[in-house]
C-alpha cells in the first residue's frame, strides 16, 4: 500500500508564506515525478508545480517567481515553497506521484488527501 501524506497547509494574510510538505510511505521501489495540484471551488484541478527524479522543475505561470518545488529523495518527500501569496491562491492542494511499486513493474499516480489553502486579502 502507498500513502502520500500532505501537511502544511493553512490560512495566511496575501504577501504570506506557507511550505506544504508531501511524505510517501508504502512498498515502493521508486518514485519518478512529483507534483502539485490546486483546485479551486467551482473550478477544475489545476497543476501547480511538477518535478522529476532528477530535479528539474516547471510551474504554472500564475506561480513562477513566487513558489518553488523541492524533494528529498532520501526521504521520499516532495515540498512547496509558496511565498507572497495571493487571494486567488486559495484552493486545495494535492501532492500527486507517479510511483513504481516493484523492479520492472508499471508506474501508477498516486494522490494525497489535499490540504486547504486560505490566503485572506
Known amino acids: 500500500q502507498v500513502q502520500l501524506v500532505e501537511s502544511g497547509g493553512g490560512s495566511v494574510q496575501a504577501g504570506g508564506s506557507l511550505r506544504l510538505s508531501c511524505a510517501v510511505s508504502g512498498s515502493i521501489f521508486s518514485i519518478n515525478a512529483m507534483g502539485w495540484y490546486r483546485q479551486a471551488p467551482g473550478k477544475q484541478r489545476e497543476l501547480v508545480a511538477g518535478?522529476?527524479?532528477?530535479?528539474?522543475?516547471n510551474y504554472a505561470d500564475s506561480v513562477k517567481g513566487r513558489f518553488t518545488i523541492s524533494r528529498d529523495n532520501a526521504k521520499n518527500t516532495v515540498y512547496l515553497q509558496m511565498n507572497a501569496l495571493k487571494p486567488e491562491d486559495t484552493a486545495f492542494y494535492y501532492c500527486?506521484?507517479?510511483?513504481?511499486?516493484?523492479?520492472?513493474?508499471?508506474?501508477?499516480?498516486?494522490w494525497g488527501q489535499g490540504t486547504q489553502v486560505t490566503v485572506s486579502s
Open positions: 518535478i522529476t527524479s532528477g530535479g528539474s522543475t
Open positions: 500527486n506521484a507517479a510511483i513504481q511499486r516493484r523492479l520492472g513493474g508499471p508506474q501508477f499516480s498516486y
